[in-house]
Antibody, heavy 118, light 106 residues
Framework: QVQLQESGPGLVRPSQTLSLTCTVS??????????WSWLRQPPGKGPEWIGY???????RYIPSLESRLTISVDTSKNQFSLSLTSVTAADTAVYFC??????????WGQGILVTVSS | DIQMTQSPSTLSASVGDSVTITCRAS??????LAWFQQKPGKAPKLLIY???DLESGVPSRFSGRGSGTEFTLTINTLQPDDFATYYC????????FGQGTKVEIK
């Protein structure tokens, strides 16, 4: 059974870059069946999908974040990562990584709270 | 953008009740609708996809139906473990979630 685990700093200063990594275990990230997504959930709100990557590096991002967002993959480590530049308080959220089974988000990491504050 | 609107926002029920949550999309989403359950401090858990297909391992008391822009999630015979927040999510064009329905104990 696949498991996903987010890691990274829980506090980021305004205008800095938020960087998170998702480690996949129990299955290979090198699959043409799955995409690998990032989502976030601000406190008290519903989740928001922000982007995905496949094992070859093909990406798709939500248009509202496209100018600040980069998702990358490291197949040798079975990991994929998120980088969000120029963060503000509006980027404070729990960030989740998830497996995308033909557009169905079927497995999620436990989530990591990232607070943007000085 | 496709907007998803759930009702009600909060639902009070007792163990053994049957409850129904409604989700409306701002445009036809071709049945590409999923339902998730989320408990405090946990990740959302997939319950149903393609409007009515039950994810493996999910109890059969959960059922979904609908088409076009209107969808429902029904939980039959509520169990103590079912008190949680439920989200609908469309995946016809990008992915967007509803604002959630909290099912609480009456």
């Amino acid at each position: 059974q696949v498991q996903l685990q987010e890691s990274g700093p829980g506090l980021v200063r305004p205008s800095q870059t938020l960087s998170l990594t998702c480690t996949v275990s129990g299955g290979s990230i090198r699959s043409d069946v799955y995409y690998w997504s990032w989502l976030r959930q601000p406190p008290g709100k519903g989740p928001e999908w922000i982007g995905y990557i496949d094992y070859s590096g093909t990406t798709r991002y939500i248009p509202s974040l496209e100018s600040r967002l980069t998702i990358s993959v490291d197949t040798s480590k079975n990991q994929f990562s998120l980088s969000l530049t120029s963060v503000t308080a509006a980027d404070t959220a729990v960030y989740f990584c998830a497996r995308d089974r033909r557009s169905i988000l079927d497995s999620w990491g436990q989530g990591i709270l990232v607070t943007v504050s000085s | 953008d496709i907007q998803m609107t759930q009702s009600p926002s909060t639902l009070s029920a007792s163990v053994g009740d049957s409850v129904t949550i409604t989700c409306r999309a701002s445009q036809d989403i071709n049945g590409y609708l999923a339902w998730f359950q989320q408990k405090p401090g946990k990740a959302p858990k997939l319950l149903i996809y393609k409007a009515s297909d039950l994810e493996s391992g999910v109890p059969s008391r959960f059922s979904g139906r609908g088409s076009g822009t209107e969808f429902t999630l029904t939980i039959n015979t509520l169990q103590p473990d079912d008190f949680a927040t439920y989200y609908c999510q469309q995946y016809n064009y990008y992915w967007t979630f509803g604002q959630g329905t909290k099912v609480e104990i009456k």
